[in-house]
């Protein structure tokens, strides 16, 4: 399975006075098993496409061939495209309804008009993957759980339709800093156990530094930069200049090339900062306890 | 007196629904914030902070104890007033505290509902989106801005209230990266300029820059000192579903591998600084 995007472009409030660009010439391919990372500063364009991405929003031009299906075509059944691209909104715990956190996550899979057994176990799977325990959790009613369970609850209704792309839309925004790391640990082992396509928005640059193997980079419309994550954060200026920035460990270890000391390479995660600040200072005797 | 805010054993109890015994969201807490000071509160989803902050802003009123802002007692009717004019408040998203279609008239709402004259109200609508470096932006329309602008514009509307403190409850939880630095610079520079900070966040790095980082868990305080003696508890910060800022936690694993690396390291300017001596 693939997604390729070609020459993407959406207006906003055509023919209005207030219209728009909000998506200029998009294009790129994502293959399965990518984890691909979409970051830009608010106003870029990021939602605007993801939301063309399961079919929300419509082109103006261009194309979206999802598994050999140009899914911007007229006569295209939405609800298939939806079945196979699932779509996590930001604060998805807002679209929470159901009684209880069994039905909640059954209600996309029912749609699919599964027969019963399957839907249990499409349930169960998917709330034991996003880290709950199925059989404690599954009478609550969502709304007594905290909110990072909230979330996890809300995302394991959307992996239920087994979605061969997930997309996932800020989903860490106002968690507490281990619900946040949950979350993420989380959307990998689905990445993995599921192989899908996995999609994350993210304002985190060392969210996606972590976890991408893939980055686009989105301004003012127009995807600006691609390519792995070690290439798009080697260009601080660059992202700089659109209101990006890098992942913490590497503004640090940048900060300190800039002073002169002697550091190569690109650092991604703590562990990268790690090891180079190490190997500097551990040739200073008097440093060592 | 020089407490901007003094909570005494304040208890707050809500119910869920009328049959259910009332949970407390905070139990029992007490603290004084001094005039002037940089206050940061962490803490895990549900820990309580928020409920404080409606607390001191007279959203929300105690169950039991008290609390005094500028000296003005919130549970009296009367004091509301002067109540949220002495501590005004920012919240989370930008979009649900914006109420009018241009600039200036949001920044101008709070004045002109505190009866202040219209002259002055315009020298205070000035100056208040030139604190935030928003002025050249007076006339455009609040929803034609980027996160980080409108959340500036929410605080030039406290500002404009000429309050002596302004509570931040994650001002900057839905920013990219751009907007959450220009807020926490106007942050800082109110401080600067004299403005008690209470700032609640979920960003390490952003509590590190305050004088005194306030950890409340399960309704209570769990924490209270300066960044450099709240940091030095990793393991009792890690058990409270918190982190620590990247350099405090590169400092951590440097000493583990036998660095004697100092322990007063709180950001990059700093962890940089000695970098240099061993260059």
């Known amino acids: ?289 | 007196m020089a407490e901007m805010i003094d909570i005494q054993d304040l208890v707050f109890e809500y119910t869920r629904d009328e049959n259910q015994e009332p949970v407390s969201a905070i139990k029992g807490v007490s603290l004084k914030v001094e005039k002037g000071s940089f206050t940061a509160v962490i803490g895990r989803n549900g820990s309580g902070k928020s409920t404080l902050a409606k607390n001191i802003n007279a959203l929300l009123l105690p169950s039991r104890g008290a609390v005094y802002v500028n000296g003005y007692d919130t549970r009296q009717e009367e004091n509301v007033w002067d109540v949220r004019q002495s501590a005004a408040m920012v919240f989370q998203n930008p979009d649900n505290q914006i109420v009018s279609s241009i600039v200036e008239d949001d920044v101008a709402f709070g004045p002109e509902n505190l009866g202040v004259e219209s002259k002055e109200i315009r020298t205070r609508v000035d100056s208040s989106l030139k604190a935030v470096n928003m002025w050249q932006y007076r006339k455009k329309a609040p929803h034609l801005l980027s996160g980080g602008q409108k959340q500036r514009i929410a605080i030039a509307g406290a500002i404009a209230m000429r309050p002596e403190c302004i509570v931040f409850d994650e001002p900057t939880a839905m920013l990219d990266p751009k907007g959450r630095s220009e807020v926490m610079g106007i942050i800082k520079e109110l401080h600067e300029d004299g403005i008690t900070v209470l700032l609640i966040t979920h960003f390490m790095e952003e509590a590190a820059q305050a004088d005194r980082i306030v950890i409340m868990d399960q309704g209570e305080i769990a924490l209270d000192g300066t960044p450099q003696e709240v940091f030095r508890q990793a393991e009792a910060i890690r058990d409270m579903n918190l982190d620590v800022p990247l350099t405090v936690e590169l400092g951590y694993r440097l000493r583990d591998r036998g660095l004697s690396v100092p322990d007063t390291i709180m950001n990059m300017e700093e962890m940089v600084e000695f970098l240099c001596q061993y260059k």
């Open chain 1, 1 to 289: 399975m693939s997604i390729q995007v070609n020459n993407l472009t959406h207006i906003y409030s055509e023919g209005m006075p207030h219209q728009s660009l909000a998506l200029e010439n998009v294009t790129f391919t994502a293959r399965d098993g990518q984890f691909v990372g979409i970051i830009g500063h608010t106003g870029s364009g990021k939602s605007t496409l993801v939301q063309h991405l399961n079919g929300l929003l419509k082109p103006k031009s261009g194309s979206i061939v999802v598994g050999g299906v140009d899914i911007t075509q007229p006569g295209v059944v939405m609800r298939d495209i939806r079945r196979r691209i699932g779509l996590v909104f930001q604060y998805p715990e807002y679209q929470l309804f159901e009684e209880t956190v069994e039905k909640d996550v059954a209600f996309g899979p029912a749609n699919l008009e599964l027969d019963e057994s399957e839907i249990q176990n499409r349930v169960k799977e998917a709330i034991q993957l996003v880290g709950l325990d199925y059989e404690e959790i599954r009478g609550h009613s969502p709304f007594e759980l905290s909110g990072g369970q909230k979330r996890r609850v809300a995302i394991a209704g959307v992996i239920a339709m087994k979605p061969e792309v997930l997309i996932l839309d800020e989903p860490t925004a106002g968690l507490d800093p281990k619900a946040h790391q949950d979350v993420l640990d989380m959307i990998r082992k689905v990445h993995v156990h599921e192989k899908n396509i996995t999609f994350l928005v993210s304002h985190n640059m060392d969210d996606i530094a972590r976890l991408a193997d893939w980055v686009l980079v989105m301004d003012s419309g127009r995807l600006v930069m691609q390519g792995r994550p070690e290439e798009i954060f080697s260009q601080e200026e660059a992202l700089d200049s659109i209101g990006l920035a890098l992942p913490e460990p590497a503004r640090l270890m940048n900060m300190a090339k800039k002073q002169g000391l002697p550091f190569q390479g690109s650092f991604l995660t703590v562990e990268d900062a790690e090891e180079a600040l190490y190997g500097f200072l551990k040739r200073d005797r008097d440093l060592r306890i």
